[in-house]
């Protein structure tokens, strides 16, 4: 229950002050030195900031005449402004001794401070079960890295690598009581909670294998999948050895009961919904499928081409991100599936890039294609385009 006479301060990804109930920060760009005073002052409120330091954190390396009246003014009109915002009136900022503290009338509530908390008493705690309950209670405290928007200042930089550290440690320790328990609905929880506010950290392994030891092989299967076009779209990497090698384990779990041809093939035959232009698919099956052709190759003699559609502004530049991109990769996506043949293989490689692996054509075709998907895509008055580039996929073997 939240005390209405504690200021509560969220550190964990966005930064936010509430008191009483209603919020009290609305960050913006003329708020800049406001926002960074509070922030300092309010995670160092029991050891307090030298003045000297917080005019290095607030005027960096400005050339201002007098500095200390610099800060005096910022800090004088910070009081103004916490006032008008509702606190108490009091002497919120108080400096002695050269240092700058917030006031003990009013107690501070700080989600990171609290995350430290339960980190250090569950690094110090005996029992499993009171390790366990501090561990995951650490875990679902932290949501998001320490003051996200604010990674290059130097101090919160520092700290939110501190805090990602604990992080790792405290869902390592979580996870690993959890499986001793082969709690895996709770092991699955964590590995979900813990990707969306630590993304591309690898924790899809944890998901994972909850996944595959509750035996949900199909949901274990798709997950991959995602992890893996999310990770090439949005980094340009592959997912890491860990999630490869929950993979490997999947594949060795997999085990169907006996059945009869006839039932396993019908469970092989793609859902009749899905059955309209290209087959679209995830770059792991992509890539899968790219190396059955090549091998297919080998006596079939066809001839197949490797397509790379690109979305381009007006001056036939790669489109990079925005509102805009999303849009136009989905009505791409469209053109491009209504205009390949219903054998051809498709794959959003990144946002406003898809690759098609065109099967036994010619390269003329692959004109044709072209003009096919610029006659779907393009619109009177559209300076927007697609860049394509085209290699013959020659067999390797």
């Not at 606190?87 to 900022?93: A, E, G, M, S």
């Not at 499928?289 to 001839?303: A, D, F, K, L, P």
């Amino acid at each position: 229950m939240e005390q209405p006479d504690t200021l509560y301060v969220q550190m964990f990804g966005n930064f936010q002050m509430s008191y009483a109930g209603k919020l009290l920060t609305r960050e913006r760009r003329k708020d800049t030195h406001f926002t960074s005073l509070m922030q300092i002052l309010l995670h160092y409120v029991e050891e307090g900031v030298g003045r000297d330091y917080l005019e290095e954190v607030l005027l960096g390396d400005r050339d201002i005449e007098n500095r200390h009246q610099a800060l005096q003014t910022i800090i004088y009109k910070a009081k103004r402004k916490l006032k008008g915002m509702g606190l108490p009136d009091v002497n919120y900022i108080i400096f002695e001794e050269g240092m700058y503290r917030w006031t003990p009338q009013i107690p501070v509530e700080e989600d990171a401070a609290v995350f430290e908390r339960l980190y250090r008493q569950a690094d110090e705690a005996e029992d499993e079960e009171e390790k366990y309950t501090l561990c995951r209670s650490a875990c679902y405290t932290y949501k998001g890295e320490f003051l996200s928007t604010y990674a290059g200042v130097m101090w919160a930089g520092a700290e939110a690598r501190r805090y990602s550290e604990m992080f790792c440690s405290c869902v390592q320790q979580t996870a690993s009581i959890l499986r001793r328990r082969q709690d895996w609905f709770s092991l699955e929880k964590l590995g979900r909670y813990v990707t969306g506010n630590a993304p591309f950290s690898d924790w899809e392994s944890i998901t994972m294998e909850a996944l595959i030891k509750s035996r949900r092989y199909e949901e274990a299967r798709q997950l991959y999948a995602d992890t893996a076009d999310s990770y090439l779209r949005e980094r340009g990497i592959y997912p890491s050895g860990k999630i490869i090698k929950m993979m490997d384990e999947l594949g060795k779990q997999m085990k169907h009961s006996y059945e009869v041809l006839d039932q396993i093939q019908n469970n092989l035959v793609e859902d009749a919904k899905e059955i309209k232009g290209g087959y679209q698919c995830s770059y792991p099956v992509f890539r899968s499928v790219y190396h059955i052709v090549n091998r297919m190759m080998e006596r079939g003699g066809q001839s197949v081409y490797l397509m790379l559609c690109t979305l381009v502004d007006g001056k036939g530049n790669p489109m990079k991100e925005g509102k805009k991109l999303n849009e136009l990769s989905v009505r791409l996506n469209e053109a491009i599936r209504g205009a390949v043949r219903h054998g051809d293989i498709i794959n959003q490689y990144g946002n406003g890039q898809f690759l098609v692996l065109l099967i036994n054509t010619t390269r003329e075709n692959c004109v044709v294609i072209e003009r096919r998907i610029n006659q779907r895509f393009i619109v009177e008055g559209q300076r927007t385009g697609v860049q394509y580039h085209i290699n013959s996929v020659i067999c390797e073997a």
